[in-house]
Structures are given as structure tokens and as C-alpha cells.
């Protein structure tokens, strides 16, 4: 299902870049937001929420591409994984920062009372520790450099994502209904990752027997 050789190479070109231009659309609506001065009667809250939602969204995002890959049979939404990754690091980062810069407002006693004091502040904490080499690792240089160590270390992505709903679970106070949703999307996520028979079609020769 790959392209041909001379055929124009449009993902490169039309969708990635497109793909980039989307994800940045709900950092581009904070900016915009900040510099007019609307972001809510809360803005802290606005920027925390929204950059925690889009980091939490592009990670299971980045793990859904596999199992695209087997159910559609096209490889082509690997291209794809990378970047995604690297765009939930960005907004999980920017999510930290707002935390350390605007929450806690450099007072880094504080945060580190923070850290161990609440457990979904420490889940979160840990979990953008553990992204932090993924997204160290991802260029190609390094992918060649680890070898066989780079497919184990980009794993841990699964554990991110496990914590980044862990710590959206713990903080919710009421409403559980949304965490609850992604923890369902990673669930399966997680499922496919160690059942990939699930999603397999079963080769054509099988088929083809089956159908008689
Ligand atoms: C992979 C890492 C992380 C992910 C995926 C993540 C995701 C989220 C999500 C989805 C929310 C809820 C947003 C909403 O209510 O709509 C949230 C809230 C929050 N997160 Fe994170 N987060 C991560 C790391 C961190 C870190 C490192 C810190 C700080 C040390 C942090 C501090 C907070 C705080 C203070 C809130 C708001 C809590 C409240 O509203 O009471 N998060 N995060």
C-alpha cells in the first residue's frame, strides 16, 4: 500500500505541513486569547486545562497510529507518529511551565512540597519525566545510535499515557465522565498493543479459504 517511487510525494509536502498547521491551532487560540485578554474569568485555569487536554489528546493520538496502520493496512500513518509525539510533549511542557511559572510562580520549594504533597501533581510530574527522553531521542541520529535500546525506550511512551490519565482520574473532583472517556480510548489502545491479533486481517491465501 505504499506509494510508488515517481508518484508526488504529498504526504511529505500537503500532510504533514497541514498536520502541523491543526496542531497548533489550540496554541495559536491561547496565544490569541492572551494577547486580546480573553481567556475566561480564569485564565490560569484556561491555559492549564487546555494545554493538559491537548498534551493528554496528542499522546494517545501518537499510540493510535499503529493500530491505524493494521486496520487500514496503509503504513503510511507511521509518518505521522513522530510528529504527533513531539506536539505532546510541546503542549505537556507548556502545561508544566504554566504550573511552574504562573502557578507557583517560581517559588520552587513550593513545588517541590507540591510534588510530594498531591499525588496527581507527583503522576504528572513523573510522567512528564519520562517523556522528557523520549522526545530527547526522537530524531533519526539517535534512533540510529540506540539501535534495538531506541524501541525499548520510546515503550515507555504506553506508561506516559498511563500516568497522563492517572493523573487526569485523580484530579477530578466530580465529573468523572471525561477522563473516564480517555481512559476507555487508551484502554483499548492498550489492548491492541498486546492483542495485535485483534486488528490483523488474516492473509488473503486464508481468506480466499475461508470464503469457499
Ligand atoms: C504527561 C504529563 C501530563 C498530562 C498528560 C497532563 C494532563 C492533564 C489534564 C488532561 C488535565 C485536566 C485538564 C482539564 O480539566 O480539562 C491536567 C490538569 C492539571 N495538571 Fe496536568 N498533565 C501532565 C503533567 C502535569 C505536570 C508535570 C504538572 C505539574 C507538576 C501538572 C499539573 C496539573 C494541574 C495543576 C492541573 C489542574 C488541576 C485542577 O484543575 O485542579 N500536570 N493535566
Known amino acids: 500500500m505504499d506509494r510508488p517511487e515517481h508518484a508526488f510525494p504529498w504526504r511529505r509536502f500537503v500532510a504533514k505541513p497541514l498536520l502541523f498547521g491543526a496542531a497548533l491551532i489550540p496554541f495559536g487560540l491561547l496565544v490569541h486569547g492572551a494577547a486580546v485578554g480573553d481567556l475566561g474569568a480564569n485564565p490560569l485555569e484556561r491555559v492549564t486545562h487546555t494545554t493538559g487536554d491537548w498534551g493528554l489528546r496528542f499522546l494517545l493520538l501518537t499510540l493510535a497510529m499503529t493500530p491505524l496502520r493494521q486496520l487500514t ?55 512528564w519525566l519520562l517523556l ?3 522526545a530527547l531521542t526522537s530524531t533519526r541520529a539517535m534512533m540510529r545510535r540506540l539501535g534495538r535500546h531506541w524501541k525499548r525506550l520510546h515503550r515507555t511512551v504506553y506508561a506516559v499515557a498511563v500516568l497522563g490519565v492517572l493523573h487526569f482520574l485523580w484530579l477530578v473532583k466530580a465529573d468523572l465522565l471525561e477522563p473516564l472517556i480517555y481512559a476507555a480510548v487508551l484502554f483499548v489502545l492498550l489492548l491492541v498493543r498486546w492483542r495485535p491479533g485483534l486488528l490483523k486481517r488474516p492473509p488473503l491465501s486464508t481468506r480466499a479459504l475461508d470464503a469457499r
Open 132 to 134: 522528557l527522553p523520549l
Open 73 to 127: 493496512a496503509w503504513s503510511g500513518w507511521l509518518t505521522f507518529r513522530r510528529m504527533l509525539g513531539l506536539f505532546a510533549f510541546f503542549y505537556v511542557s507548556l502545561h508544566f511551565l504554566t504550573w511552574i511559572w504562573l502557578d507557583q510562580e517560581l517559588r520552587w520549594a513550593n513545588m517541590l512540597a507540591d510534588i510530594a504533597k498531591r499525588p496527581f501533581v507527583t503522576v504528572g510530574f513523573v510522567a
